[in-house]
C-alpha cells in the first residue's frame, strides 16, 4: 500500500513537532480516530434504545401529528451539514495551494462536520421517542449516519502533499 506507507511516514515526521508545544499529527489522528470511534457509539446506542423502547409497547401508535421533529432535524441538516463543510473547507485552504493541513486545524475541520452530523441525528432520534413512531424520523438520522460513516478519519491532508497552485489537475480532496 503506497498510501499507507506516505501516511506511516507522515505520522512518524510529525511526531517530533509536539515537543514545542504543538499537537503532532501521530496524536492529531489518534485523538480523531477516538472521537470518531466515540461518536460512532453514542448514536448506534441511542438507535437501539429508541427500537428496544418503540417495539416493547403493547400498541402501535397511528402518527396523526404534524412532522415537526422531521421537519426539524431536515432542516437541521441542509443547514447546518453544509455549512460545516464550508467551515472545514476554510480551514484547510492551506491545502489548496500544496501544503499539509495543521493537526489542529485538521481536528476542528472535521470535528467540525462529524458534530455537524452528529447532532442532526440525534435530533432526529430524539423525535423518534417523542412521537414515539421510528418513521418519519429516523430516515434523517439514517442518512446522518450514512454521511458520518463515510467520513473516517484518514489524516492525508495533514502528511501528503497533493495540491497546487499552478495545476489544478493534481488537486485531490482533502480527507
Known amino acids: 500500500m503506497a498510501g499507507g506507507a506516505v501516511h506511516d511516514q507522515g505520522i512518524q515526521q510529525g511526531a517530533g513537532s509536539a515537543g514545542n508545544g504543538q499537537l503532532s499529527v501521530h496524536t492529531a489522528i489518534r485523538l480523531a480516530?477516538?472521537?470518531w470511534i466515540?461518536?460512532?457509539?453514542?448514536?448506534?446506542?441511542?438507535?437501539?434504545?429508541?427500537?428496544?423502547?418503540?417495539?416493547?409497547?403493547?400498541?402501535a401508535r397511528v402518527a396523526t401529528q404534524q412532522p415537526s421533529w422531521f421537519l426539524?432535524?431536515?432542516?437541521?441538516?441542509?443547514?447546518v451539514v453544509p455549512a460545516s463543510f464550508f467551515w472545514r473547507s476554510?480551514?484547510?485552504?492551506?491545502?489548496?495551494?500544496?501544503?499539509?493541513?495543521?493537526?489542529?486545524?485538521?481536528?476542528?475541520?472535521?470535528?467540525?462536520?462529524?458534530?455537524?452530523?452528529?447532532f442532526g441525528g440525534i435530533i432526529s432520534l430524539l423525535g423518534c421517542f417523542v412521537d414515539r413512531s421510528l418513521l418519519p424520523n429516523?430516515?434523517?438520522?439514517?442518512?446522518?449516519?450514512m454521511f458520518f460513516v463515510t467520513l473516517w478519519p484518514s489524516g492525508r491532508s495533514m502528511?501528503?502533499?497533493?495540491?497546487?497552485a499552478e495545476d489544478a489537475s493534481v488537486y485531490e480532496e482533502p480527507r
Open 159 to 164: 502528511v501528503t502533499v497533493v495540491g497546487n
Open 138 to 145: 429516523l430516515l434523517p438520522a439514517l442518512i446522518a449516519f
Open 90 to 118: 476554510r480551514l484547510f485552504k492551506c491545502y489548496w495551494s500544496g501544503h499539509p493541513i495543521p493537526p489542529a486545524k485538521y481536528l476542528y475541520g472535521m470535528l467540525a462536520i462529524w458534530a455537524a452530523l452528529e
Open 33 to 35: 480516530w477516538v472521537t
Open 38 to 59: 466515540a461518536l460512532l457509539v453514542v448514536p448506534f446506542f441511542l438507535f437501539l434504545s429508541v427500537v428496544w423502547t418503540l417495539t416493547n409497547h403493547e400498541s
Open 72 to 79: 426539524a432535524s431536515s432542516a437541521y441538516l441542509l443547514v
